[in-house]
């Protein structure tokens, strides 16, 4: 029967006889798994030892962005206001979540996988940075001219492509988080 290893740098567990050579989420040697315990805990003990803010806090921009770009393709195809301001009050909830969320995944960064220099914690990092930028000139944007879209000019095309390259960025963040995550839930890790 296989044994399970659990790298103490990122949580990823691997089943073999043998740890990795090299972990495949966060790229720390095989010296840094150690022989996996398991061991029964309730829900409410799970919780307490085991919530992280970043896991709620990032869900946000990633469940709002989609919908912002819903509210805007049915207002373009309805011309109904309400659609559009949900968008702008929407992207508010973003860039005042994002700020959060970046810092609890610095935090999460730092305190769960020691602050390993991989790539994909930069490409997290970057991302979000873009986000929270973009965010930022979307909403002063659609501010400083509320009849934004129906308007046009070149700050209705930057309005747009402030809002879709904000899409961008959370599909991409979802990706690299999942990359993280699901990779140690797919060994059976919880």
């Known amino acids: 029967m296989p044994r399970r290893w659990k ?36 829900l409410l003990q799970d919780l307490m030892v085991n919530f992280r803010l970043h896991s709620v806090v990032a869900h946000f921009p990633c469940g709002l962005m989609p919908t912002s770009a819903l ?7 309805t011309g109904n206001r309400g659609l559009e301001t949900a968008v702008f009050w929407l992207l508010l909830v973003v860039i005042a979540v994002a700020p959060v969320s970046l810092a609890s995944g610095i935090y999460a960064w730092q305190k769960h996988f ?16 873009c986000l929270l930028l973009l965010g930022l000139v979307a909403v002063l944007l659609r501010y400083g001219q509320p009849e934004l879209l129906a308007a046009g000019g070149w700050r209705h095309w930057l309005y747009l492509l402030c809002l879709g390259g904000m ?10 988080g999942s990359k993280l995550v699901y990779l140690t839930h797919s060994q059976g890790r919880t």
Not at 167 to 176: E, I, M, N, P, R
């Open 7 to 42: 790298c103490t740098v990122c949580g990823y567990i691997h089943e073999g006889e043998e740890p990795p050579e090299v972990c495949p989420v966060c790229g720390a040697d095989r010296s840094q798994f150690v022989p996996e315990e398991t061991e029964e805990v309730g």
């Open 114 to 129: 020691e602050g390993r220099r991989a790539s994909i914690f930069f490409k997290k990092i970057g991302l979000a940075l």
């Open 167 to 176: 899409l961008g960025c959370v599909v991409f963040l979802g990706h690299y």
């Open 71 to 77: 509210f805007l393709l049915l207002f373009f195809f």
